[in-house]
């Protein structure tokens, strides 16, 4: 039986899935060279297919071009269009607009009354003064941590999430993981988002943490405006984690209220002993 050295090909919407040279020399009018240069160039870009078909070189149409063949065409004769087309090397950015709905939202106010970890605290009065310079922010946060058993190192470096995080403070009846943003003495009058961070972004730094409970303690009164911010952000936090997340803040008195309800914890800080009126 003779070696077959041709096939049929399929059609597709009338047209020729491949062309032979002699075909194209007829329907084009241009030498057979000049046939075969343009056929290597397409098929060496993988545009074509190069074959033998009745024993002579043919070109075959590869389905995606051939989809796509008007884009192509078009996006070629309109040097705009091919600019604002996305392409691996060039990848156009589109802004999306997405609306949250913050009724949809679950959120809740804490103070350190509602932790219990810190149930000790309810037996301290309400009218204390502001724990101010007692205690440095690494004294305060190792208070913490021996609260609730937290052994884990805290470097204080500029660009962390959290100055502690930890999974055993117990909120709800449950234990959540909470991460806390502390300031220190350092820190002078009101604190303000704006004295949160080299860049002011601690607070939105705190709220990237994988955490359910986000505090902000500071030794002195703290400025509505920290509370609020941290507000609008549970809410973003809440709605794309689809959580409950808790939020507060520990001022200067709360913070004085802690250290008298756990003297040892806090090693004798000024703040522990009751001050003579």
């Not at 607070?203 to 030794?219: G, K, N, S, T």
């Not at 952000?233 to 709360?254: E, N, Q, W």
Request: glycine share 10%; charged share 30%.
């Amino acid at each position: 039986m003779p070696k077959r050295t041709s096939r049929t090909l399929p059609r597709s919407s009338g047209d020729q899935r491949a062309k032979r040279v002699s075909q194209l020399i007829k329907s084009t009018g241009l030498p057979r060279t000049r046939v075969l240069d343009a056929g290597k160039k397409l098929a060496d870009n993988h545009i074509v297919k190069a074959i033998r078909l009745e024993g002579e070189t043919a070109y075959e149409k590869i389905g995606f071009f051939h989809s796509h063949k008007r884009r192509i065409l078009g996006l070629a004769a309109s040097p705009a269009k091919l600019k604002a087309f996305p392409t691996k090397r060039n990848p156009i950015s589109r802004a999306v607009n997405v609306k949250l709905s913050p009724q949809r939202a679950q959120i809740t106010t804490i103070t350190i009354d509602d932790v219990d970890s810190f149930r000790k605290v309810t037996r301290v009065d309400n009218h204390v003064p502001e724990i101010g310079d007692d205690l440095s922010e690494t004294e305060f946060k190792n208070g913490l941590q021996r609260i609730v058993g937290e052994d884990g190192r805290f470097k204080d470096w500029g660009g962390e999430v959290a100055d502690l995080f930890t999974s055993r403070f117990r909120i709800a009846g449950r234990r959540r993981p909470v991460a806390l943003a502390l300031k220190g003495p350092g820190a002078k009058g009101k604190l303000t988002p704006g004295k949160m961070g080299k860049n002011g972004d601690q607070i939105q730094r705190l709220f990237e943490a994988p955490a359910e409970v986000f505090l902000v303690q500071y030794c002195r009164q703290i400025d509505l405006a920290v509370p609020a911010q941290m507000r609008q952000l549970a809410i973003v936090k809440s709605l794309m984690a689809g959580t409950r997340v808790f939020y507060g803040v520990i001022d200067g008195k709360d913070s004085t209220r802690l250290v008298r309800a756990y003297p040892s914890a806090f090693r004798g800080g000024r703040g522990s002993r009751k001050r003579r009126a």
